[in-house]
T-cell receptor, first 113, second 117 residues
């Protein structure tokens, strides 16, 4: 069975700093998708970034980038120039060909002014 | 594009009552998913539909739970004889699936927060 592990339950960084959220996963499959979703307090879950496992190039979306290490089954999220609005719960997630998303337990990120 | 919507946003009920939630997906999306999220946890998959067909149900979905998508558009999730352990956020997501193509991103609704007293 696939699993997703986020080892950092909570993190705090100062505004404008760079922060990296860790994620590891376990699967025997070769083709799959990885995501980072953001869930702000009392607001809905939104997609931050997506990575297809067959792509070697790391995905980037503005201030958000990932470090995808397929052999190590690692998928970390880097947030550059962090902003107060980045404060949220961040979920690492895995999806295989079954089209079900398996989420980690999340990392609560606080951006401090 | 109005996004995925869910109704109600909050529901408080007494143990033993039945509740029904509704999800309206993004209009062109043919797949619709239900997840449950308990406090401090990530969402867990419950079930999903492609058009009106229910393709898979999780073991988490006991026989007190039933989901429908009768016309392949909106979906309802009903919980019968609610228990305190059913208290959670129920999330709906939708995606556009085409056979043979890459998997499409799932877009989530705001959720329905259920509290069973």
């Amino acid at each position: 069975a696939q699993t997703v592990t986020q080892s950092q339950p909570e993190m705090s960084v100062q505004e404008a700093e760079t922060v990296t959220l860790s994620c590891t996963y376990d699967t025997s499959e070769n083709n799959y998708y990885l995501f980072w979703y953001k869930q702000p307090p009392s607001r809905q879950m939104i997609l931050v970034i997506r990575q297809e496992a067959y792509k070697q190039q790391n995905a980037t979306e503005n201030r958000f980038s990932v470090n995808f290490q397929k052999a190590a089954k690692s998928f970390s999220l880097k947030i550059s120039d962090s902003q107060l609005g980045d404060t949220a719960m961040y979920f690492c997630a895995f999806m295989n060909r079954d089209d079900k998303i398996i989420f980690g337990k999340g990392t609560r990120l606080h951006i401090l002014p | 594009d109005t996004g995925v919507s869910q109704d109600p946003r909050h529901k408080i009920t007494k143990r033993g009552q039945n509740v029904t939630f509704r999800c309206d997906p993004i209009s062109e999306h043919n797949r619709l998913y239900w997840y449950r999220q308990t406090l401090g946890q990530g969402p867990e998959f419950l079930t999903y539909f492609q058009n009106e067909a229910q393709l898979e149900k999780s073991r988490l979905l006991s026989d007190r739970f039933s989901a429908e998508r009768p016309k392949g558009s909106f979906s309802t999730l009903e919980i019968q004889r609610t228990e305190q352990g059913d208290s959670a956020m129920y999330l709906c997501a939708s995606s556009s699936y085409t056979s043979g193509s890459h998997q499409e991103t799932q877009y989530f609704g705001p959720g329905t927060r259920l509290l069973v007293l």
